[in-house]
């Protein structure tokens, strides 16, 4: 019996992504070195303060720990003007690359608004990546783009795990709410908040090509590749993504365009705030961020280390 051997040269020249080569990684001194201190007052509204370097360094809402970096809310007072956090900003800005954010453990908690995300200093018309973010005891993480008018996911084939929540990016889409943007909720719980926490957190992966647009793939402790150990990572191996977001006639890739990082920790505000009575959270938000401290021990990034590849 002889068996049909079928050769296709077409499989040869589908593209291919270039492997991706490491070009920087930061853990400790090094991680907190390539980021600013954002001290202005919330963008979102939130019930906070944002502090400089300096302060964040004396009142210990940022140290490292041997390799790993922590950046927390304060949890030791009283604060009638909002409660001291950290919002940080990378120095550099990125125009595409593979990300592996490798997180021991994040902000949760009633009130907190925790975010791990990408933006372009002319927003939104250089686009913001949304790859970690939720508010209150939320229990599954959701990945949003926002861009300016003419990028949409509506009707685009997506593989993907998670569910849209609404497929136009644009800030200020007919029929979403402002600044709603294209999201998509995982759903698994081992993604956000003590879920995530209680599983020595894992790794968020966001791959960004003009030839495939954003994907975002999140792996649990104890389900890292082995191309990821190795580093040598290989997205093509990886399955399918938590959110996908394809470029296209949909959605130009010059939409997003010098996207520096952020973590921030804000509370209340435009979503924690506005979504807090329903949240099963005690009294209300801006009184229990105010008045309870001890509330926040929890409110807290562990960062392992960032590694970008290009
Ligand atoms: C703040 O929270 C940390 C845990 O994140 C805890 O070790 C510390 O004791 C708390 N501080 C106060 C004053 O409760
Ligand atoms: C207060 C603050 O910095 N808020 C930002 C935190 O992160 C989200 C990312 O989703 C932004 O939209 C907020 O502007």
């Not at 309870?292 to 929890?298: D, G, H, L, M, Y």
């Given at each position: 019996m002889f068996k049909k051997i079928l050769i296709t040269t077409t499989a040869l020249v589908c593209s291919v992504q270039a492997a991706w080569v490491l070009q920087t990684t930061s853990a400790g001194s090094n991680f907190i070195n390539a980021f600013d201190y954002f001290t202005e007052a919330d963008p979102t509204h939130g019930f906070v303060q944002y502090v400089d370097g300096a302060t964040a360094v004396n009142k210990r809402l940022i140290y490292t720990v041997n390799d790993q970096v922590v950046i927390k809310a304060d949890n030791a007072t009283v604060s009638p003007n909002g409660r001291p956090s950290v919002r940080i900003v990378s120095k550099n800005a990125y125009n595409r690359g593979l990300f592996l954010m490798d997180l021991e453990h994040m902000p949760t908690g009633c009130g907190t608004w925790p975010a791990y995300w990408m933006v372009g200093d002319n927003w939104p018309n250089q686009g913001e990546i949304d790859i970690l973010e939720g508010v209150n005891k939320q229990t599954s993480n959701s990945v949003t783009l926002h861009t300016s008018a003419g990028c949409t996911m509506e009707g685009v084939p997506r593989t993907q795990t998670g569910t849209v929540t609404s497929a136009n990016c644009d800030v200020q889409a007919p029929g979403q709410g402002a600044n709603v943007g294209c999201g998509v909720s995982s759903g698994n719980t081992n993604t956000y908040g003590t879920g995530f926490n209680g599983n020595k957190g894992g790794i968020y992966a966001t791959q960004w090509t003009a030839e495939e647009g954003i994907k975002v793939w999140f792996f649990p402790r104890n389900a890292i590749p082995g191309d990821i150990h190795s580093n040598t990572p290989n997205p093509q191996g990886w399955g399918v993504p938590m959110a996908s977001f394809p470029f296209g006639a949909n959605c130009a890739a010059s939409k997003f365009r010098d996207l520096r990082i952020v973590m921030n920790l804000t509370f209340c505000g435009d979503w924690a705030g506005s979504v807090y009575g329903n949240s099963g959270c005690p009294s209300n938000c801006v009184d229990y961020v105010k008045n309870?401290?001890?509330?926040?021990?929890?409110a807290y990034w562990k960062i392992n280390s960032l590694r970008i590849y290009q």
């Open positions: 309870t401290p001890s509330a926040f021990n929890e």
